[in-house]
Structure formats: structure tokens, C-alpha cells
């Protein structure tokens, strides 16, 4: 009896702690999912997912068709599943129930109708309308397209029915005039004109002639397209250049239309034009349509130009100018510094060397030009007998060797490649005769009496004699002067020697020093070269 009791208290306190839990746990909520409208044998698919339980606990379900038209047999194929089917037999209403638990409460029921009609009956369904691109640039081609779906085309009636489409421009911007290229086409096209939003609605028919509900497409264009290019920088690769030195010019422009949020890809055409530049300059730009034109300035001041970017849209940048002044580079005339002969005073024969140092301003260190610098010799005059020359005119150093006593002037000039040349520096070459300078002696003068005691000292020591006083002179000893011609003897003594000139009108003029002497008849000298024997 005792046991007993104690398992009925057992339980009454195991229903009073149920109780107590089921006062605290929430009834799971129960979602059948939404009415649909099916062609009749087609399988409808239920959907009882969407349900759930406060506590997060498992849900059992709990279906069943509570309404159902008249002679209807079908049933659920699983109703204890979250997702069971079933296929209506008859056209008319099925009204189904789902009813969840936690295992501890069960949901209120939750209830979705499924309308069966017979095949044929149901109208084109338009599931979906895209424009492609979906945000379009301003210019560019779109295109619309739609997705039908007709129920009596599925597996359960198969009646491949035929739809078409129309389509409807529902709103765009007030100024645009964009068309459909075609409004029955199944993906028709326009070109949006203007910055705004585009809406167009379709609209399908069955060849039953059954019409779906309109479906609509909207799309708001960029402003990709209306973008006026810019020039972001212009310079000139020289701001100081020379007359004569080649300058680019370079202009970078960007169009917001070719950036990456729109991608448009105009092409972009400059324009150059020349807005000032020294007077009597005449330098043209090589393309004044590109962006990097190239320029040679003719002359020194200051050149100015302005450039503009125009887009494939023609909208046209604002202009931008760039400018550079040419220095007097260029324009410096070469200078002879120097020129010299050598020797300036030569002998005839005597070769000489000409040679100039040349100087040019633009080769300094404010231009650094580095013109190659040509000299130029000339032969400006020479004695009239002279046929001299110059050896290489075209050198640095020229030569030429003097044929003639006389005064010989050359010219010499230089050239920097640029068109500019030196006035013409002289250079002279006096060539005087050679011995024509008096030869002057010291005491004793050169006299007739010294002339004269000189031969006398000669007869005293040579052992010849005079043939006669006739003023003859001997050839032979005086022991054979028995003879009657004077002859040289073969032994006779050399004639003296004397090394000073010959310059006294009374000294014998064929006195010569060291050589012997001939051996011809002894005759008679001329009365002029010989003295008067003195007594």
C-alpha cells in the first residue's frame, strides 16, 4: 500500500513539473508557403521550411488537404515531411494545412491554397525582364529581353504553345527621342540619349491569345559620356632652347568617359596652334593635330602656343597655352683669336707653317653648342714672279714654301656649320734675298798699296823671275830663259793664297787660294789686272 502511494506521488509531481516547463516553453510557428496556380496532373511541390520554433528545438510536421474540389482523390505522397507533393486530379481549389510541434506544443495551423486549372487555361507568365548593360553610358547600345513561361507548356499538358512580346517605352527623360529598334521583337535595342532613368514594361500572349501581367525593366544611364575632356599638363622639352635645336611639345589630356566607371573609349584629337613668335620667324609645327608636335625656332624671342583636346562626341577642352624663348645661342659669329706664320721672315725655299686659333661665343659654357668650327686659308698676294701656293687651304695648318723675294699676304676665316662666318685676318711673309747684305770690314782697308806690297813679297820669295819688263811674267827658271818662249815649269810653287775679297780695282783678279795652277803658253795678262812692276 505504502509502494503504491509513492508512485502516485511520483507522478503527480512529474505532471506538476511538466506543467510548470510547459508554462515556459513558446509554441513553434507553422508557414505553408504561398498559393499557386498549377495546371491540373502537374505536381505541386509544398514547402514547409519557413517554419520555425522560438527555442531553435526540431519540428515535426503535420500536413493534410482540408478542402479539395468534388470527385478529387489525391493525396500527399509524405505528410509528416517539410516538403511533400502532391498532384491535383480535378480543376478547382485544394486548400492545404501544416501544423508544427516542438514536442512539447504544436503550432496553429498554417494554410496555402493551390488552384488547379485544366490545360489551355493558363495564361503566359513573364518571370523576368533584364536590359543589358544594367547601367549604360549615355551613347550606348542597349538591349532588352524577357523570360516567358507558359504552364501549358509543362510535362503535364505539353501544348507547346507559341507566345509574343510587346514591349513599351513607360518612361525617359523629357528631352530624350531613343526608340525601340523594334517594340514585337523578343530583344529589341535602343540607344539612350540623355542622362536619366529608362522604363519599359512587356507583356506577353499565348497563341491561345491568353495575355500575362506586365513586367517591368528600369535602368538609370551614367553620365558616362557627357564628360568634356581637359588638358592635364602642356610643356616644352626646352623652355631655353637655341635657334636651331628641335623642341616637342607634349600634351596629356583625360576624358572622365575613358575611366574605368565608364570605359568608353573616345578617342581624343588635339589641336595646336601658334599664338605668337618673333617677328621674321617662320618655324612650323611638324603635326599640330597629335599630342607630341615637335618645333625648331628660326629665331631668338619667345614662341607661344595654345592647345586644345576635342573628344569623338566633339566637346572640346578648354585651351591651354605653353611657351619658351630661344636664347641668342646660335647666333654668335666665330672670331679669328689668332694667326701666325713661321718663320714670318723665311729664306727662299724655306718652308712655312700658317696656323689660327679660332673662338665661337655659342661653344662657351652659357650655350655649350658644340658647332664644329671650319677654318679657311687663302692666298691673297705674292711677288709677281712667285708661282706658290698653298699646300691644303681646307686646313687647320696649311703650308707653302716661297719661290720669290717678295711679300706674300694670306687670308684666313672661319665657319661654325650654321651659316656663319669670320671676317678674313692677314697674315704676311716677307722673303728678303739671300747675301744681298753689304759684307764690312775692320782695318787694314783693303788699298792698292796693300794689294801691291803684297805682290812684292811674293816675287821676293818665289823663285820665278819676269821674263822682261814688258810686264810678262815667267814660266821657266832663269837658267833656261835662253829659250824663246817662257814656260811653267813642272815644279813651280803654287800661287799664294789669299782669302780676303777681291775688291781692290789694282789687285789681279785670278788670285785664287790653294789651287794649282794651269800650264798653259806664259801670255801676256790684260793691262787692267796686273800691276805696274815697280822700278
Known amino acids: 500500500m505504502t509502494a503504491r502511494l509513492g508512485r502516485v506521488a511520483a507522478c503527480l509531481a512529474l505532471a506538476l513539473a511538466s506543467a510548470r516547463c510547459a508554462d515556459k516553453i513558446m509554441a513553434p510557428v507553422a508557414n505553408a508557403g504561398t498559393a499557386v496556380t498549377v495546371n491540373m496532373g502537374s505536381s505541386v511541390a509544398l514547402d514547409g521550411r519557413s517554419s520555425a520554433d522560438p527555442q531553435g528545438r526540431p519540428l515535426a510536421y503535420d500536413w493534410s488537404i482540408t478542402v479539395r474540389p468534388v470527385l478529387s482523390q489525391t493525396s500527399l505522397n509524405d505528410a509528416h515531411i517539410a516538403t511533400p507533393s502532391f498532384i491535383p486530379d480535378m480543376d478547382g481549389d485544394y486548400t492545404i494545412e501544416l501544423v508544427v510541434s516542438n514536442g512539447v506544443l504544436s503550432s496553429t495551423p498554417s494554410k496555402v491554397t493551390v488552384s488547379a486549372r485544366k490545360c489551355s487555361q493558363a495564361a503566359p507568365d513573364i518571370t523576368a525582364a533584364v536590359a543589358a548593360p544594367a547601367n549604360p553610358n549615355t551613347g550606348n547600345t542597349v538591349q532588352l529581353s524577357a523570360t516567358v513561361h507558359d504552364a501549358d507548356n509543362d510535362p503535364a499538358c505539353n501544348l507547346n504553345q507559341t507566345f509574343t512580346l510587346l514591349w513599351t517605352a513607360v518612361a525617359r527623360p ?58 592635364t599638363s602642356a610643356t616644352a622639352s626646352s623652355t631655353t632652347p637655341n635657334p636651331g635645336d628641335t623642341v616637342n611639345l607634349v600634351a596629356v589630356a583625360t576624358d572622365a568617359d575613358n575611366l574605368a566607371g565608364c570605359s568608353l573609349g573616345q578617342t581624343l584629337r588635339f589641336d595646336w596652334r601658334v599664338a605668337g613668335q618673333p617677328a621674321g620667324s617662320s618655324a612650323t609645327l611638324s603635326d599640330p593635330t597629335v599630342s607630341s608636335p615637335s618645333i625648331t625656332p628660326d629665331a631668338i624671342g619667345t614662341y607661344v602656343f595654345v592647345v586644345t583636346a576635342t573628344d569623338s562626341t566633339g566637346k572640346v577642352s578648354d585651351p591651354v597655352a605653353v611657351k619658351f624663348t630661344t636664347t641668342a645661342c646660335g647666333s654668335a659669329v666665330p672670331t679669328i683669336t689668332s694667326a701666325t706664320a713661321t718663320p714670318a721672315t723665311p729664306n727662299i725655299g724655306t718652308a712655312v707653317l700658317l696656323s689660327a686659333t679660332a673662338a665661337d661665343a655659342d661653344n662657351g659654357t652659357t ?32 703650308s707653302f714654301t716661297p719661290d720669290a723675294v717678295g711679300t706674300y699676304q694670306f687670308s684666313v676665316t672661319v665657319s661654325d656649320g650654321t651659316g656663319n662666318t669670320s671676317p678674313p685676318t692677314f697674315v704676311g711673309v716677307v722673303v728678303a734675298p739671300c747675301g744681298a747684305a753689304a759684307v764690312t770690314f775692320a782695318a787694314p782697308a783693303i788699298t792698292a798699296a796693300f794689294a801691291e806690297a803684297s805682290i812684292r813679297r811674293w816675287r821676293a820669295e818665289s823663285p820665278l823671275v819676269r821674263c822682261s819688263t814688258s810686264g810678262r811674267w815667267p814660266v821657266r827658271p832663269a837658267a833656261r830663259q835662253s829659250r824663246s818662249r817662257c814656260r811653267p815649269e813642272r815644279s813651280s810653287p803654287s800661287l799664294p793664297t789669299w782669302s780676303g775679297p777681291t775688291t781692290s780695282p789694282s789687285m789681279p783678279s785670278t788670285l785664287e787660294g790653294n789651287r794649282q795652277a794651269p800650264r798653259p803658253r806664259c801670255r801676256r795678262p790684260p793691262a787692267a789686272q796686273l800691276p805696274s812692276p815697280s822700278r
Open 367 to 398: 650655350c655649350h653648342r658644340g658647332q664644329t668650327l671650319t677654318l679657311h686659308w687663302a692666298l691673297v698676294s705674292r711677288p709677281a714672279t712667285s708661282s706658290a701656293f698653298l699646300d691644303n687651304p681646307a686646313s687647320a695648318s696649311p
Open 174 to 231: 523629357g528631352a530624350s527621342a531613343a526608340a525601340l529598334s523594334d517594340p514585337a521583337a523578343t530583344s529589341p535595342t535602343f540607344v539612350p540619349d540623355q542622362i536619366g532613368t529608362y522604363q519599359f514594361s512587356v507583356v506577353a500572349t499565348d497563341s491561345t491569345g491568353l495575355h500575362s501581367a506586365p513586367k517591368f525593366v528600369t535602368f538609370k544611364t551614367t553620365t558616362c559620356g557627357s564628360a568634356t575632356p581637359s588638358i
